[in-house]
């Protein structure tokens, strides 16, 4: 897959959804398409072609269910049905799977794409990331339109909401992130507070039953 084109994130902000992981796209409210910048895939970006919903894989986690839309930007954001979604993202202690660096080779935990449906929507089970040195917390994604990659992303959390999160069990023992939001290159580059997930908390009471969360992506194909 090759040849980026461009992608969007939407303006105007997302209405969180609620329920155990269900999602509406008429609760997705934008007012236009507006052009994102295209950030790196990183070094831990791997074709695993694991096709799934669920890409836990056992990992242990905050929960996290997050709905991701895809629109065409050149198409009067119509909802983009067929677009392949690839997400990847570290575990709790901040490990990527497969690979060597951090002694996963094989294993395939925190990564999977889904095709989106008639609303364009790719719907994910996942966790909560972790974090790494150097980075603040934040999940890949890459979205491919007719056997194009047309757009590569990054999406990000609230620090406020992060600092929670790693002060529950599966996280403490990694610390809080070295690097907020603000002092993130990568952030910047994806277009700042415009690349953060819409969050819902499932609990008002309790962390451990984790969260909904919905980001829309417009790409120009």
Not at 73 to 84: F, H
Request: net charge negative; glycine share 12%.
């Amino acid at each position: 897959m090759a040849g980026v084109a461009g992608a969007a994130y939407m303006a105007g902000p997302l209405r969180p959804f609620g329920g155990d992981g269900a999602s509406d796209p008429q609760s997705v409210e934008a007012a236009s398409c507006v052009l994102a910048p295209e950030v790196t895939e990183g070094p831990y970006w791997v074709d695993v072609r694991e096709n799934r919903s669920d890409v836990t894989a056992g990992q242990a986690g905050v929960p996290l269910a997050l709905a991701l839309y895809v629109y065409r930007a050149d198409d009067g954001c119509a909802p983009e049905q067929g677009a392949i979604v690839d997400i990847w993202h570290c575990n709790a202690s901040g490990l990527y799977s497969d690979e060597a660096a951090n002694g996963t080779s094989g294993e395939t935990f925190l990564r999977g794409y889904q095709e989106t449906d008639a609303d364009g929507l790719a719907s994910f089970k996942t966790i909560y990331p972790g974090w790494y040195r150097g980075r603040t917390p934040h999940i890949h994604v890459k979205v491919h339109v007719g056997g194009n990659t047309v757009h590569t992303g990054q999406l990000f959390f609230r620090d406020a909401t992060s600092e929670k999160v790693y002060a529950t069990a599966n996280y403490r023992s990694h610390g809080e992130p070295d690097t907020t939001n603000a002092d993130d290159m990568i952030y910047r580059q994806a277009g700042g507070s415009a690349a953060l997930v819409s969050l819902r908390r499932r609990s008002s009471t309790s962390l451990a039953r984790g969260f909904n969360g919905s980001a829309v992506l417009a790409v120009k194909a």
